[in-house]
């Protein structure tokens, strides 16, 4: 059945991604709203879905990564002025994993970036307004930039068996494309990107949609073509992504929360020649240290099912912090997840309670990422 929209607010001001309609016949079982647009959930159990991923191939309507688009003869020198990361060390048709910053080196999103030209770049966004902090930075500078939303609508294949996929849609020479790289291709007449990357921690690939008139066609072009490889439509895997360490903007930082606190302070480059912008507050950061920190989290008891709200966490009577994220994993057969605490606090086997809705519960400081930490698995 198709999803009941009814059960949705409805009005033209819900975008809707370019696949919608063709996702309709695998009966999505709910929708959030992400950057503005409708998100598909599940079409199965979230568990059903996880351990598809793990075996099979999963393909995931992500449209809602929008893309904050920097161009012009000072593009490269905007988009450097976004993020920490050092760009002059990104090539052209490579992508990277950057944290765009405030002023104050708060986090306004952590996009993978693409550079597809010289001065043309594509920042694929976390759900926040990350394109009108872009523009309020420009309106007062007298730079050549253009900024905008393309008509771009990416879409994910994950799993064992992406490759695969990938290799029947545009043959084995695709295989050789590296970790973080992207091509600029053409599938039957539709313009795409192609690039190694996901939000799963599993050997995986994007599709960038570039017309998204072709939404129906390129679905039910990836469908069969995976249909031999058991593919099947699911909605994004907390569950595998935590098991990862891969964070989610908004759940787990937020822009009162700099890189250092988060653990991705390997993705600022402060003593570069160039400007960005938190600069000098993250070079304070660095030289004072954090009060404060994001880290992985084991919590006692049975299963619990993923938390609607930030969790408080005690110690020795005392409240000291926030879960952030928590859920079970069906492999590791705990709850795990991650959690604010001072940094006095934060070493691993560090002892705090959690407030569950079961009620409280002790819990242990552990590293992350839980699984797989030096990322051999999306690198394969």
């Known amino acids: 059945m198709a999803f009941d929209m009814s059960l949705v607010q409805r009005g033209a001001r819900l975008r809707r991604s370019p696949f919608y309609e063709a996702e309709q016949a695998h009966g999505p079982r709910g929708y959030t709203v992400y950057n503005h647009m409708l998100f598909p959930t599940s079409y199965d159990d979230f568990e059903a ?7 099979h191939v999963t393909l995931w309507d992500v449209a809602v990564e929008r893309q904050l688009e920097v161009q012009g003869r000072d593009g490269f020198r905007f988009a450097q002025l976004l993020t920490p990361r ?16 405030t002023p104050e080196g708060g986090i306004v999103n952590d996009p993978v970036m693409l550079r597809l030209g010289e001065n043309h770049f594509w920042f694929a966004l976390a ?34 068996r992406s490759k695969d996929v990938v290799a029947a849609l545009f043959g084995d020479d695709i295989l050789s494309l590296k ?45 069969e073509a995976g249909r031999p490889f058991q593919i099947r439509p699911t909605g ?35 003593d570069g020649d160039f400007e960005f912008m938190g600069k000098e507050a993250l070079r304070r950061a660095r030289a004072e240290g954090i009060r404060r920190r994001l880290v992985g989290v084991e919590i006692d008891g049975a ?16 409240p ?23 940094i006095e606090r934060a070493d691993s086997g560090n002892q705090v309670r ?19 930490p030096t990322k051999e698995i999306p690198k394969s």
């Open 179 to 223: 970790y973080y790289w992207f091509r600029d291709l053409d599938l039957d007449g539709i313009p795409v990107v192609v690039t190694r990357t996901g939000w799963t921690a599993e050997v995986g690939y994007e599709i960038y949609l570039r017309d998204g008139q072709h939404g129906t066609a390129l679905w039910e072009r990836i469908m």
């Open 320 to 342: 000291v912090g926030q879960v952030t994220t928590a859920l079970w994993s069906p492999r590791m057969e705990r709850n795990i997840g991650y959690a604010w605490l001072p």
């Open 86 to 101: 050092d760009l002059s060390k990104c090539a052209v048709g490579q992508g990277k994993y950057v944290v765009i910053t």
């Open 127 to 160: 759900s926040s307004d990350a394109l009108l902090y872009a523009m309020g930075l420009a309106a007062n500078l007298d730079w050549d930039v253009q900024l905008g939303e393309p008509d771009v609508s990416p879409v994910q294949i994950q799993g064992p």
């Open 236 to 270: 994004p895997s907390d569950m595998r992504r935590v098991e990862g360490g891969i964070l989610n903007w908004g759940a787990d930082m937020t822009t009162e929360h700099n890189p250092f606190e988060v653990g991705l302070e390997r993705l600022c480059n402060l």
């Open 303 to 318: 299963r619990l099912e993923m938390n609607f709200t930030k969790w408080p966490i005690q110690a020795d009577g005392a």
């Open 49 to 55: 879905e996880y351990w598809h991923l793990l075996n």
């Open 354 to 372: 959690v407030t569950t809705p079961d009620g409280e519960r002790g819990a242990t400081v552990v590293p992350m990422p839980f699984i797989d």
